[in-house]
Nanobody
Framework: QVQLVESGGGLVQAGDPLRLSCAVSGRSLHIYTMAWFRQAPGKERNFVAGISGNGDSTYYADSVKGRFTISRDNGKMTVSLEMNNLKPEDAAVYYC??????????????????WGQGTQVTVSS
């Protein structure tokens, strides 16, 4: 079992970068597929990016491909989301998620059984 705590959200201007972090407590992080989701007000929670247990495979939503990068450091028990060229439509609460095994292409919220509390990202135009 793992616990997830996100950090790094904030208010930025369109075009700015921002880096989110997810601190993971527990053991054997390498067996967990990790992902970032986001949820804007009044909308569903949507997949943003996923990364395999050993970090050698990643998968991105089309809307963020080329701008966002997901990475992980299993030794430091952290997962990061580097976001570049942020757009107003990227504004949302961002959630870190985990599931044992699986793979980075798991894009459904139902596939993940561990969630953080979320961190707010606001992008002004």
């Amino acid at each position: 079992q793992v616990q997830l705590v996100e950090s790094g959200g904030g208010l930025v201007q369109a075009g700015d970068p921002l880096r989110l972090s997810c601190a993971v407590s527990g053991r054997s992080l390498h067996i967990y597929t990790m992902a970032w989701f986001r949820q804007a007000p009044g909308k569903e929670r949507n997949f943003v990016a996923g990364i395999s247990g050993n970090g050698d495979s990643t998968y991105y939503a089309d809307s963020v491909k080329g701008r966002f990068t997901i990475s992980r450091d299993n030794g430091k028990m952290t997962v990061s989301l580097e976001m570049n060229n942020l757009k107003p439509e990227d504004a949302a609460v961002y959630y870190c998620a985990a599931v044992k095994y699986g793979g980075p292409t798991l894009i459904s919220t139902k596939s993940y059984n561990y969630w953080g509390q979320g961190t707010q990202v606001t992008v002004s135009s």
